[in-house]
């Protein structure tokens, strides 16, 4: 059993300046910790910041905590706030950005898998 | 992709007077929302509740939404909070309690395996 607070684990800045806009993770629980099947992922995506526009083979789960955002897919902007969830299935399109002025603080889980390395 | 408000779903009842007192659960994704791997739900455990003291064969991994509680193992009882996550591992002996005056809410994930149907 492992309990942790998430102001407490190391944040890694994504930022490229070019798909990846002010946005920062923190990898909660993976296989450093033992998890067998899946990864729980924390994003903060800063007002005017977004993820990639991309997909890949594998699935998110996400829980929405804080801000005001959306969820981009091939049909359309979705809007995200706090206590909101969202699938994504593999292969599907997808971005998240922030549409307000406050941080988007989101939850990300993905499979464990050979092609997703963390 | 799928986005809803947790607000929005059905919740079940699981107080039995037994082994689980005042907690209450919603599958948020899963195999019917075409989920492939592991399922998000959402638990709230209401003040002077708590979940059974069990263990199986599969994992959790937890975030912690709201109130103030316990997540007991054999190892004794560690504090959780809102930000807090967990892991707790295949076969280890858990339950969550709240010990607080307001409802305790959670994020539980599991894997989807035969052996654990929702």
Redesign the interface.
Known sequence: ???????NIEEKDLHNGEEIIKTLKKV??SEK??????R?RHFTIKPGGHTPWHSHDW?H?N?F?RGEGV?V?E?GE???SP????????G?Q?QYKNTGNEPLEM?C?V?ITEDNPE
Chains 1, 2 share one sequence.
């Open positions: 059993m492992y309990v942790e607070r998430v102001e909660l629980i910790e033992g998890a067998p099947n899946f729980l699935e789960e829980y905590l969820l897919t049909k979705t809007e995200i206590d909101c969830f969202a699938f994504v299935a593999p599907e997808h939850l889980l499979p």
